[in-house]
């Protein structure tokens, strides 16, 4: 059976043929959904003004300078990816499916880490682990390519919506094995892994750039981790360890077993 695609009200979204290990996130075929609520209450102009304490008090004075990611951060509404009365707290975050939204300051230190050499414009980026879609949101502001592949289809439906209401609807979102990548969108300049492993899965290795594509992940066991930066040059890999994490697993064919 072949391969389709369609691109529903603006959402890039990926199909499959049944027995591919990628499924489908159509939010006009899927059941309803709760949305995301933001505390009720607070304008706009207060939510601005928390970003940008954000910014200053959770990345700047602890060294992140990148002008690009700062921007991008003091701009992308974090309260309608999460349900939380304080969305800006220096924190990881519940979210569903059992999983969580890193603190500010994770997020921001792996796309840092994973900068393209010539920036996050028009690059092509693999993010694996959706999540409430706030990792995409933040790659999409400064122009990346992004495709984002989620296990959970339900959470992965729910990013679908959360990212079109804030206006990232040119999300590839993608429900499938995130250990195995998306061979159809390589080569990739940056792959951003926001689960952890017990090694950098090969597909991902073979799907990054060899002009200087990075990847960045956890990687060790299922309690502690090193968040782990990959660079590809030809043939040649590179890798070294930037500081030690922890991260929900990567449960897949290339990560960890349910």
Known sequence: MR????????????????GRPYGV???DRRAAADRAEAPAGISEGEWALARA??????????????EEVLRAFGRVPRHLFVESNDPYGDRALAIASGQTISQPYVVAAMIAAARPSLG???ARVLEIGTGSGYSAAILA??????????????????????????GYGDVRVVVGDGSLGWPEGAPYEA????????????????????????LVMPVGSREQQWLTVVERNGS?????????????PLVGEHGFRE
């Open 141 to 166: 502001e400064m122009g990346a390519d992004v495709t984002t592949i989620e296990r959970h289809a339900a959470l992965a439906a729910e990013a679908v919506e959360q990212l079109r209401r804030a």
């Open 191 to 214: 792959i951003i892994v926001t689960a952890a492993g017990p090694s950098v899965p090969k597909p991902l290795l073979e799907q990054l750039s060899p002009d200087g594509g990075r």
């Open 25 to 27: 996130i159509a939010p």
């Open 53 to 66: 304490r954000m910014v200053q008090d959770q990345l700047a004075r602890r060294g992140l300078h990148d």
């Open 236 to 248: 040649a890999f590179t890798q070294r360890e930037v500081e030690p994490v922890v991260f929900v």
């Open 3 to 18: 391969w389709r695609r369609w691109w529903p009200r603006g959402s890039r979204v990926a199909t499959r043929a049944p």
């Open 120 to 122: 996050y414009r028009s």
